[in-house]
């Protein structure tokens, strides 16, 4: 895999604050990429050996993107898992009320190991410390760690598989208690890992490939599940118009990750009879400052005022939608609302909280992650299975956008830990 797919990968895979945004040299660089799959990373159009999109609902056509891209075709994945059962949109407002409040899916189970091995070294390695995710998840862990009793070594692989190696290297060689993988690809690093366990080092990753819990020689993998993540974006537009959503929705067919996200919403939307899918867009997520004014005008054109909602996988669209929304006169605050399903980064924070073009996103409660880090490093180093929980993600409006970059739900997750390791 090229530093530049990986870099993009990280930002769908590990989102957090103040991320690096991907400049016009990782565009440049991303366009002369072969189309060969790259780990989990390969688009579903490559593994089905078709990039024919079916039409979408209302007979729109895919748009500009098209002609550039190929639209992945639809996932063979089974998301009737969202689709709640009766009524769609007062299920939507219910959904949306509950994640709003932030009162369940953030606090960690109650009992555990008390806190083991005092004075012990864990090694936190992070695929690119620059990435406001990675950056903020390994400060976590090192809050976390100080209450447990342990010290935290960061090595940086700085964006790189060369570097991410040679992390992982350093981190065995220290003969760390345990390792973290954050935001690396187990796939990739698959040796490496194996170099771990053989030594005797345990391994426990922060979105380290898609699916949660133990895998690809980890104990587990902490992350939210990336379905529950296009689930409440999808609610969203549902409870916020009533049930008569246009949307248009935006991928990146480069990565599985992020189309298998984006046919979720449309799964969503597709149920609620009275929503309209009026488009689905890939449009590489390395290129969106550049490619999204023209796809956006494009499609005002297109769907004038049906258009209501835009529905992108990753917040890092909507700085480029912003422009060709202003330059149609359309208001800061929407028609059409754009909606990120998954990032929550600073830039987010700061569109929702001053109307500027973007309604709602659904965030990573990062804080929480690192301390469940710890917790699970503190389970494996007792000889204890993994806790099994999955925070939820966290939807943020302008009704409940933190003063702050980060989301941070009130669960009371630090005290619960601390009582469990007896802290």
Known sequence: M??????????????????????QGLAAALATLALAACGSGASVAEQSGSGTAPTPTGGASTGA???????????????SSIIPKGDIVAASKAMVATSLSAAKGFTPPATGPKAQQPGSKIAFVAGDLSNGGHNATSKAVQEAAKVIGWTVNVYDGQGTPQGNRDAMTQAITAKPAAIILGGLDPTEQA????????????VIGWHAGVLTGP??????????????????????????????????????????????KARAMEAYFKACTTCTVLSFEDSPIATADQRMPGLVSNLLQQNGDRLTYLMAINGNYFAGAAQALRDAGKKPDGPPKSVAAGDGDAAEMQRIRSNNYQAATVAEPIDLQGWQLVDEVNRVLAGA????????????????????????????????YRKVWGK
């Open 2 to 23: 090229s530093r530049s797919r990986q870099s993009v990968s990280r930002v769908l895979a590990g989102p957090g604050p103040s991320r690096r945004r991907v400049g």
């Open 65 to 79: 993107s098209a002609a550039a891209s190929p639209t992945p075709t639809a996932s063979a994945q089974d998301f």
């Open 191 to 202: 040796t490496t890992i194996k170099q771990a366990t053989a030594s005797g080092i345990p």
């Open 215 to 260: 895998g690809n020689g980890l104990v587990t993998n902490v992350s939210t599940d990336p379905l529950a993540v296009s689930q409440i974006a999808a609610a969203y537009a549902v409870a916020d118009s009533d049930g008569k959503a246009g949307v248009a929705i935006f991928t990146d067919g480069q990565y599985e990750l992020a189309v298998t």
């Open 385 to 416: 299975k993994p806790s099994g929980f999955v925070a939820a993600p966290g939807l943020v409006t302008k009704a409940n956008v933190p003063k702050g970059d980060v989301f941070d739900p009130a669960s009371g997750y630090k005290d619960v």
